[in-house]
């Protein structure tokens, strides 16, 4: 290639101004040589963040959506080093869990006789968890989460601790989900150590030596951190640092493409004409990708329709009496089976994780409801939604007084549900977007239908995609 041929500019069009579409629209803008290709960002909302919204109103700092994000990610590093800012990590006790069992939050210790005393498991359970080291490795790559947790750890254990796990990652059955797509750690330190008790010895071995990875079954196991002002600090500070150009309130109608320009057509709502672009990028949900690709690629838009999104309301309640805020055990929060009579799927003890989330003498507890156990949940109206969170709390803790503030929130479209087959789809989705390439060059898809649903998980996606976009693009401007 000739260094000094002369670059057309050209331009890149990221659609989404969650997480996703900002490392995205970074990684493309610097991958790409940091002005030869133009960069636009389209956010259909009035501010950026996705679903990572952080609301303070009077002393509450009201998370809509995720809580933190787990360390250790380079992408991530890079992107909150980009925007300025410093993270705040969690306090000590959010290493503090717990799960609801006979209607009392019980705290899962790791300590095989603390454990044994919790009450989450029977005597019964609990021999046939200790049995999960003579279980030979599984051979169905299909297999469900709770499957896998029922055959590993047995049917008690699948039901009292991992399902419950899934309804606090996911909002999520985990009889639905499969376990390559949604746990594939708990997969692969199955195939490598042939089972979860023996991953375990084996990690904690080379952690001694100070060799190998830090993450356990479940995923990484770096520390929680967000930031003084919430999880939308870092999207809003990427916004506001970013050499290329970032829209609001531009929501994308329509995508097309222009065969005899070799460009891509956008339709903008209420505007005029449509945005041309070179090359675009789909950082949106599954279901918004399915709409915008109907027209270019059927079947890949087909497919993306295909994953279960189902709603999610959040409702905080702030506490400020003395009684009620004692009868909040320490700790991060706690996850509640089906079955033990509560509607709620989980709260978090916000104020107990990080400094700043409610006034002095108070605390911020939130509430999940909804999700693929209960997907008409996020119909009910607020009272309802308040009802049910309030006694649900009241029952739990045992308390006597009802919050002095709330805060709700409804997510129609939630959390995508990795569930079985999921792969096969997301193949599917990818053969058809290669061959879409080779004959219209210019389309990349990223979001978290297929990378991870964690924060970080997300972010990696969209730099990585990003990054193979701006690069293209930029190749194709000096050949030209």
């Given at each position: 290639?000739?260094?000094?041929?002369?670059?057309?500019?050209?331009?890149?069009?990221?659609?989404?101004?969650?997480?996703?579409?900002?490392?995205?629209?970074?990684?493309?803008?610097?991958?790409?040589?940091?002005?030869?290709?133009?960069?636009i960002l389209l956010e259909a909302g009035p501010?950026?963040?996705?679903?990572?919204?952080?609301?303070?109103?009077?002393?509450?700092?009201?998370?809509?959506?995720?809580?933190?994000?787990?360390?250790?990610?380079?992408?991530?590093?890079?992107?909150?080093?980009?925007?300025?800012?410093?993270?705040?990590?969690?306090?000590?006790?959010?290493?503090?869990?717990?799960?609801?069992?006979?209607?009392?939050?019980?705290?899962?210790?790791?300590?095989?006789?603390?454990?044994?005393?919790?009450?989450?498991?029977?005597?019964?359970?609990?021999?046939?968890?200790?049995?999960?080291?003579?279980?030979?490795?599984?051979?169905?790559?299909?297999?469900?989460?709770?499957?896998?947790?029922?055959?590993?750890?047995?049917?008690?254990?699948?039901?009292?601790?991992?399902?419950?796990?899934?309804?606090?990652?996911?909002?999520?059955?985990?009889?639905?989900?499969?376990?390559?797509?949604?746990?594939?750690?708990?997969?692969?330190l199955e195939r490598e150590y042939g089972g979860?008790?023996?991953?375990?010895?084996?990690?904690?071995?080379?952690?001694?030596?100070?060799?190998?990875?830090?993450?356990?079954?479940?995923?990484?196991?770096?520390?929680?951190?967000?930031?003084?002002?919430?999880?939308?600090?870092?999207?809003?500070?990427?916004?506001?640092?970013?050499?290329?150009?970032?829209?609001?309130?531009?929501?994308?109608?329509?995508?097309?493409?222009?065969?005899?320009?070799?460009?891509?057509?956008?339709?903008?709502?209420?505007?005029?004409?449509?945005?041309?672009?070179?090359?675009?990028?789909?950082?949106?949900?599954?279901?918004?990708?399915?709409?915008?690709?109907?027209?270019?690629?059927?079947?890949?838009?087909?497919?993306?329709?295909?994953?279960?999104?189902?709603?999610?309301?959040?409702?905080?309640?702030?506490?400020?009496?003395?009684?009620?805020?004692?009868?909040?055990?320490?700790?991060?929060?706690?996850?509640?089976?089906?079955?033990?009579?509560?509607?709620?799927?989980?709260?978090?003890?916000?104020?107990?994780?990080?400094?700043?989330?409610?006034?002095?003498?108070?605390?911020?507890?939130?509430?999940?409801?909804?999700?693929?156990?209960?997907?008409?949940?996020?119909?009910?109206?607020?009272?309802?939604?308040?009802?049910?969170?309030?006694?649900?709390?009241?029952?739990?803790?045992?308390?006597?007084?009802?919050?002095?503030?709330?805060?709700?929130?409804?997510?129609?479209?939630?959390?995508?549900?990795?569930?079985?087959?999921?792969?096969?789809?997301?193949?599917?989705?990818?053969?058809?977007?290669?061959?879409?390439?080779?004959?219209?060059?210019?389309?990349?898809?990223?979001?978290?239908?297929?990378?991870?649903?964690?924060?970080?998980?997300?972010?990696?996606?969209?730099?990585?995609?990003?990054?193979?976009?701006?690069?293209?693009?930029?190749?194709?401007?000096?050949?030209?």
């Amino acid at each position: 290639m000739d260094e000094s041929a002369p670059v057309r500019r050209k331009r890149l069009v990221v659609i989404g101004g969650g997480i996703n579409g900002l490392a995205a629209a970074w990684s493309a803008w610097e991958s790409s040589g940091r002005g030869p290709v133009e960069v636009i960002l389209l956010e259909a909302g009035p501010e950026v963040g996705g679903k990572a919204r952080s609301r303070r109103t009077d002393g509450w700092l009201f998370e809509e959506g995720p809580t933190g994000f787990l360390g250790g990610s380079e992408v991530l590093n890079g992107l909150i080093e980009r925007a300025g800012l410093d993270p705040l990590q969690a306090d000590s006790m959010a290493a503090r869990r717990y799960v609801v069992r006979g209607g009392r939050a019980r705290e899962i210790r790791m300590a095989p006789p603390q454990f044994a005393m919790s009450g989450i498991l029977s005597p019964r359970g609990l021999v046939r968890l200790v049995g999960e080291l003579w279980v030979p490795p599984g051979r169905d790559d299909q297999e469900s989460v709770w499957d896998f947790a029922a055959r590993r750890l047995g049917p008690q254990a699948a039901d009292r601790l991992i399902a419950p796990m899934v309804l606090g990652i996911y909002a999520g059955d985990a009889k639905k989900l499969s376990l390559p797509a949604a746990f594939p750690r708990m997969a692969e330190l199955e195939r490598e150590y042939g089972g979860l008790f023996k991953a375990m010895f084996a990690l904690a071995k080379l952690k001694q030596k100070g060799e190998g990875p830090t993450a356990g079954p479940a995923g990484p196991g770096a520390g929680l951190f967000s930031f003084s002002e919430g999880m939308q600090s870092l999207p809003i500070a990427l916004a506001e640092n970013a050499s290329f150009e970032v829209r609001r309130g531009t929501a994308v109608t329509k995508l097309s493409r222009d065969r005899s320009r070799e460009t891509w057509q956008l339709g903008i709502l209420d505007a005029p004409q449509a945005l041309e672009a070179d090359a675009v990028v789909l950082s949106c949900d599954a279901h918004t990708s399915a709409r915008l690709l109907r027209g270019v690629l059927p079947r890949a838009s087909s497919e993306l329709a295909g994953i279960s999104m189902p709603g999610l309301a959040v409702v905080g309640l702030g506490y400020s009496k003395k009684s009620s805020i004692k009868s909040f055990p320490l700790g991060f929060g706690a996850l509640i089976p089906r079955g033990e009579g509560f509607r709620t799927l989980g709260c978090l003890f916000d104020t107990q994780l990080f400094p700043g989330r409610s006034p002095s003498g108070s605390v911020l507890v939130r509430c999940m409801i909804g999700g693929a156990t209960d997907p008409e949940a996020v119909q009910l109206s607020d009272q309802e939604l308040l009802g049910i969170t309030i006694d649900d709390m009241k029952r739990l803790f045992k308390l006597r007084d009802a919050p002095d503030s709330y805060e709700i929130v409804r997510w129609d479209k939630a959390i995508p549900q990795y569930e079985l087959g999921h792969l096969d789809r997301c193949g599917r989705i990818e053969v058809d977007l290669k061959d879409h390439a080779r004959r219209n060059p210019g389309l990349f898809l990223s979001g978290c239908h297929a990378a991870g649903v964690a924060f970080g998980k997300t972010a990696e996606e969209g730099w990585r995609v990003g990054e193979l976009a701006g690069r293209q693009l930029f190749e194709s401007a000096r050949i030209s």
